[in-house]
């Protein structure tokens, strides 16, 4: 269970830093102090379906946006990083690059949830 907070926690992490939000920020928008935002995104503490939904709300992605990659969770620690080492052993980690964060961050400034859907097909549709 604690991996599936760790993995929900830290989506809500890469999500706030891309657009830019503190922790105290988005603790303000949503009623509790920043440590339990800090405590949110280390999976110390579970985050129940109505904060979610807040969180969520907040940053302007579907709920089922944290979801994802919770299947990864089930898996070792020590086969996550095996399999990670091997498909980035000549990649830069593209989550912390600048490039890739001024991405995100340009990305989420669309408020159209429609809109930001065309553009990501756009973008699929050119990498392949």
Known sequence: MAIRSEIIGGKLRTLRMALGVSQTELAEKT???FQQVQKYEK????ISADRLFDFAKILGVEVEE???GIEEGKKTKKLRLAESEQKNSLKPDIMTSKESIA????YYKIKDIDTRKKVLDIIKKMAS
Not at 43 to 46: D, E, L, Q, S
Not at 103 to 106: G, S, Y
């Open 31 to 33: 009623g509790v102090s």
């Open 43 to 46: 999976g110390i503490n579970r």
């Open 66 to 68: 944290f979801f994802k």
């Open 103 to 106: 991405l995100l961050r340009e």
